[in-house]
């Protein structure tokens, strides 16, 4: 497919009229063709209205015309074929291997939501019927549905081309909410946002969809994203990225005449900790895998394990002296864009620079432009607890271990310790009591909780929690990732004593799209 670097606004195919953007291969340098006009607010104005006007047909196409179109656009996209690696690793720098996993998972999501579409579950159908004789008062008939909130924005993310972008989590569950989504693409890969963004295209025309049910915007700086979410149409947002940029598009939703909720996924530092009795048993062997869970993509995986903490002693120092030589034989990896590569730099600076920190291991330099050179670091406990920039997220593959006197102040930084997406324990039969000490802490500051295994990695089923209190995303009460992810775009609607003719078919009497529903508070199948 030769990519034309344009909009794609609803079947439209539109020249923006701002400024350019071109991806850079973060691993030769070389600028990529072709460029890509940005839009302004009047595309913006046109992808909304579009969205709007689909909203109301879209939100009550039938559970199987919606399911068919999520397993359509998943059919499309592979269709793209190789086309689609090979760019995606020219912009990112990724290797082959770990995009064709991403693609997969991408498609896997989407027809994960389309088998949650067509349960129905979500629609979360209650049925009171009336009580005409009820004493002291009667009852109404009272039934309620879960219908989609309205056109959503969504932000696509850097460090996953293609599962946290154009057709990621945020708009194959808004998808299947009943949600038209307008993605904005991001600038450092627009060729694979292109192609996804047409291979949705195709899907939105097979099913005979309204156009408004798709669009993708591309414009460098804050002009489209703020648009965006000003917009009046748009009723809720999607986004993964840096906590100022989600915190800039928090307070913009929240300023406007209808605030609307803006589902932010933005910083963790995800910390790990190592209880005794597992230290003791295996030291060396959770040094070498810590390090390879912190190196995995360069350490540009949200969930990358920023912090290490444990009670210090010969353990402990069995521990640094395995990741240390691991981190020394750690390869120099591509990082995904020359202003992440900036940003690590800066990171690893600033911590490294803390008079209280000291450096137990860097890994090779690398020969490119954009290089992660690994760091690890240590510091005790009472600094750490002093210090704001220790306890900053350095995006990229570092991580600092923070030695403790006891368990008391093990308890006393996780008490101090920002929301976080994950919380890791390592443990042994022997640390059970001591991590009964920890989870109510850690269930208050982070959204998973993990035993023994490394927080990279994150599975799309449908118990899974990608997110955690603030800052780690906007609302704790959510998830970006797993069939809960649907949730954050439906909002509940009670009617009361409609006649049968006016009621939503999850409503009527028969039951005739053959979901859950409780039914006097009992449920049936």
Known sequence: MALEGKLLIGQQAVTGTHANIQATNPSTGELLEPVYVGGDRSHVEQATQLAWDAFDTYRETSLEVRATFLETIANEIEAIGDELIERAMAESGLPQARLAGERGRTCGQLRLFASVVRAGEWLDVRIDPAMPDRQPLPRADLRQRHIALGPVAVFGASNFPLAFSVAGGDTASALAAGCPVIVKGHSAHPGTSELVGRAIQKAVKACNLPEGVFSLLFGSGNEIGQALVTDPRIQAVGFTGSRSGGTALMQAAQNRPQPIPVYAEMSSINPVFLLPEALKANSQALGEAFVGSLNMGAGQFCTSPGLVIAVKGPDLDSFIQSAQKAVQGSGAQTMLTPGIHEAYQKGVSALSSEA???????????????????????????DFL??????????????????????????????????????????????VDTAKGLIPTLERKAGRILANGWPTGVEVGHAMVHGGPYPSTSDSRTTSVGTAAIKRFLRPVCYQSLPEVLLPEALKEANPLKVSRLVDGKREA
Not at 357 to 363: L, S, T, Y
């Open 356 to 382: 209280n920190v000291r450096e137990i291991a860097r890994g090779e330099t690398g020969s490119g432009s954009y290089q992660c050179q690994t760091g690890l670091f240590a510091t005790s406990a009472s």
């Open 386 to 431: 002093a210090s704001e920039v220790m306890q900053e997220e350095v995006f990229g593959a570092s991580s600092l271990i923070i030695e403790c006197q006891d368990m008391a102040e093990v308890k006393r930084v996780a008490e101090q310790l920002e929301g976080q997406l994950t919380a890791t324990l390592h443990m042994t039969d022997g640390d």
